[in-house]
């Protein structure tokens, strides 16, 4: 069944068809619809699930944590300040193998206050042990959700689907719903292995002395490795059900004879690939990797295509102060250890901060840039900045 | 007493705490979740935030407890209660009892948001503080819990606190919660009663229990029990429980001609306070003591 649906009302029914059971959120723009609808389908009965209004973002993932200790799936939502206040807890869901999945709508952090979109609020839990997924359509928010429970429960760490403020949280597109009967055939019921049970009543989160802790942070590293083919085996399953994929982590457009390729995530890959098909009618060479996932990053992949470029152009909706865009700075570490003598240069872009438009325009002055520099000249090249 | 016969008790052997712990000596803490155990039975889920409790349950992979427990970080022992509660809820068991059990950092401070916004939600939960009066476990800074007058590492002897303690058990009567009551490990009999009708109730729960800290309070460790019964006895920690945010009642009341020096004097955290102090004291616990009473003599039926 397709219906016409915003960002935020595919996020939530993709909770919908993969059976949440626990929802603990808080309101915050641009995400509220997300837990609205939710809240409207626990009480429509729709959705068997119980719906806590929390005081605060932080209460939320506090509670989401505990419930999905206690063997429950569950579900929330956010964006910027509310991820950001979160942040104690995310390393608290990774660090306990709790497989939870959230939605972050990409909102640019504060002062001053912005609702627009950028990618900082959620490059800046990198390193907190979630995977994160950066999703381009409406279409692919929904599947996303359902997916990520799937690899989540399988490897035993929480999953992040993002998606950008207005541009595709309020943006309303045609969404094809799939059926309950194939989305449970997909995704069976949580049997969470390691659960609050007063038949057989365990401690969780005791204090880790130093001969334990390194072991247990390994493993939370040889999960993240070991995602990368469970993702590919999740998006191919989800091919075989539903008949879409996604690539798995990363999505190679025209890239097999390219000289440059283009970098992109979320919304801008949708742009870039548009701006790839007017350069190519030009009889430029150029391709297009979108970055799905940024984690786990895929190195192999990322490496296989840009070790064939001659170029390499990076748009980032985000920065890292003092480094420079920060799929950019990823994407330059992995391409250090490839055997080569001629590594492609890496032209980073930073672009779009605080919502401003990235439109085929913009695309456009960054791929020519590239085109007419040997290497760059500064490690971050700013678009659009007015002095 | 027939002295063939084994003592009898009337506190129930059955524990759910083991030998083996690793609290200091002359910690009430153990007393207390030792009595509440017994009191609440096997089903129970106990979430406890950063705390002393945090060591006292034991490392990993040692337990000093027979019921399942979920660390938590400190600011959220509420939240994560109505999330167990929700989970355990939704799985179709509503008889188990969910125990936040935190310090008073974690409960008059740091997680006072998540307290009163779960309570506020009426969560199905029996939150019980366990109260040393000071971030006990980092060694001994103050809190909003910490008493007028008394001295910690960030209350030194020549500035001690100089703040009242926060009235925690007003602010959660002022959610309306189904029961709010104190207890102290001196009075072990009544403290279980408490907790088990605490169980009985739906909804909110909250127990404040006084939970004397002999390293902390800088005094010996056989005085836990003493400085318990003389904090009710003088009034300074008045038992007494409130249902429903408009029924009072008293249920130990304080004892006529014991003077807080009594208590104070037990305590080296107060050593520096000169007569005037003891004084000051006096006069605060017997006019809070007064108003208890009018609230009593005021409270509505249920």
Redesign the interface.
Known sequence: MKKILMGNHAVSYGALLSRV??I?AYPITPQTQVVEELSEMCAQGKL???Y?????E???M???????????R?FTATSAHGLTLMH??LH?AAGGRLPIVMANINRSMAPGWSIWTDQNDSLSQRDTGWLQIYCESNQEVLDSIIQAYKIAEQILLPVMVILDAFVLSHTFEPVDIPKQELVDQFLPELDYPYK???K??????????PE?YLELRYKVQKAMEEAHDVIIKVDKEFQQVFGRSYGGLVEEYRTEDAELVLVASSTVASTSRMVVDQLRDEGVKVGMIKMRFFRPFPTKEVTNILKQAKKVAVIDRNISYGQGGIFCEEIRSVLYNIDRQEKPPVFGYIAGLGGRDITPTTIREILSHTLKEDKPKENIIWIGVKH | MDRGQALKTTIPEQDYMTSGHIACSGCAAPIAMRYCLKALG????L?VPACCW??I???????S?????????F??T???????R??????GDTE?TVVGWAGDGGTFDIGI??L???V??NEDILYICYDNEAYMNTGIQRSSATPWGAWTTTTPAKHPEDKPKKDIIEILVAHQIPYAATATVAYPHELMAKVKKAKGIKGSRFIHILSPCPPGWRMSDELTIKASRLAVQTGIFPLYEVEKGRKYTITVPRKEGVPVTEYLKLQRRFAHLKPEDYDIIQKNVDRAYDRLLRKTKQSETL
């Open positions: 059971e626990v603990a068997k699930a119980r806590i209004n929390v005081e605060s932080h209460s939320a506090a509670a989401c944590i505990a419930a999905e200790q206690a063997g429950a569950t104690e807890l608290w609050l049970d007063v057989n009543p365990c401690s969780f989160g005791s204090l880790l002395p334990y | 096997e089903k129970t889920i979430v945090t060591i349950a034991g490392p990993f992979p040692y337990s407890l027979k019921v399942p427990l979920l660390h938590t970080a600011e959220t509420a939240a994560a209660a109505s999330g167990v929700a989970a355990i809820d939704i799985k188990t948001q998540a009163s916004g779960a506020e939600r």
